[in-house]
């Protein structure tokens, strides 16, 4: 589904991904773990087109991604990544004057060309998918952070992506909202979303992931099934962040 091979960035004399290679298979979920500054969120970034990466290629199915100067050629490849890769930030990003429903409905209006009629069935649909089929009419400052989060979810399936990255989904969610938007997560693995997870919640990640990648330094430190990787780390630089997390 996504292969990423030898992608290095660097913003200015700051390297933040050092040349990572990572095959996701279809249907998999893979969390990102380690420190924060370790080149989690840039990867992910890269992997959805938002972020140019210097050197390496990205295979997002039939899309590739490669460093150019051409903002053109970018641009088009970014676009194609996109109709195959949803993505879910750490802040929602919801339109404050759209209501929960017409956030789900625009982008397969604007972007795929559905009727307004087509799209608002499909985000009806979606909203009740993620518990939230009696709050398409409330605006997102009407929400709670757990539902909004649940919204940015709906409006990601509603472009009917074959895999989607989060970042950071939970970190700014209150401990008790945690738990509603990682069990969409865990439904979503369950009818078989590709998923890749930057998250600092090690539990879930241990529950929900098939592999987990651990990076520091711009770099994969460790990378294997999410149990053995957290239960038992080989690299000291793992076991400390652990031990951090962990408390």
Known sequence: MISIRGVKKSFGAQVVLAGVDLEISPGETIALLGPSGGGKSTLIRCVNGLTNFDVGEIQVGP???????????????AREARRQVGMVFQDFQLFPHMTALENVAEAPVTVLGLTRAEAVERARELLARVGLEARGGHYPRELSGGQKQRVAIARALAMEPKALLCDEITSALDPELKGEVLSVIEKLKAEGMTLILVTHEIGFARRAADRVAVLADGAILELGPAAEVIERPQQERTKKFLERVLG
């Open 63 to 77: 899309s590739t991604l490669k460093p150019t100067r051409d903002p053109r050629e970018s641009r088009a490849a």
